[in-house]
């Protein structure tokens, strides 16, 4: 599941920087909201997309429960 949110997470943000540079630059506000998810999810561990994949089917888990690294 951690490797499908980072996946997903890198996909978008390339997307919208190539539309940003093609079509409008309006298009890095999708680029920030991505960032913004990916830093309050290091802080809350509570990652949307994670509950969209599980609704999903997907198995697995990413940020809820999961223990520090020593």
Do not use: D
Not at 23 to 31: I, V
Not at 43 to 60: A, D
Request: charged share 10%; net charge positive; hydrophobic share 50%.
């Amino acid at each position: 599941m951690e490797r499908i949110i980072r996946a997903f997470a890198g996909v978008v943000i390339l997307v919208s920087l190539a539309l940003a540079h093609y079509y409008s630059p309006n298009w890095l506000w999708l680029t920030a909201f991505v960032g913004f998810n990916l830093l309050q999810s290091s802080l809350t561990n509570f990652c949307p997309l994670e509950l969209i994949l599980k609704s999903l089917g997907v198995k697995g888990q990413c940020c809820q429960n999961q223990k520090p690294a020593n």
